[in-house]
């Protein structure tokens, strides 16, 4: 029972490799992310959607520690818990991406509507 333990702690540990060459960028990335969201709090609109880039720094961040703690480790459940933090941070940017579009899509229906009204007139 003890050689499948190691297996699995070296097979965490060949997993977690690519990402934890690149922890820092992550961590680096998150980081960021919160100091921008905190930077939006002190506009308008920013007030109203300031704790999604808080949140998505947050979660990027704790996806690098976990990653780091399992390479370390080689713990599979602390791995599997980064995964869903990664899971997590990558579905709240195509939330993001998916709502900004159609933002975008409508302001530009009503700006050519808004434009249609202002010729007709």
Do not use: C
């Not at 097979?11 to 921008?36: A, C, Y």
């Not at 520690?65 to 933090?85: D, P």
């Amino acid at each position: 029972m003890a050689a499948a333990a190691v297996d699995t702690q070296q097979l965490v540990k060949e997993i977690t490799s690519p990402l934890f060459e690149s922890k820092g960028w992550m961590k680096f990335l998150g980081v960021m992310l919160i100091i921008q969201g905190v930077f939006m709090v002190f506009t308008i609109i920013g007030i109203i959607i300031a704790w999604l880039p808080i949140w998505t720094g947050v979660v990027i961040y704790q996806a690098a520690s976990g990653i780091e703690h399992a390479e370390l480790t080689g713990e599979k459940e602390r791995l599997l818990r980064a995964f869903g933090k990664l899971k997590l941070f990558f579905i709240l940017n195509g939330v993001t991406v998916i709502a900004g579009l159609v933002l975008a899509l409508l302001g530009g229906i009503l700006g050519g509507m808004m434009e249609g009204a202002m010729m007709g007139s």
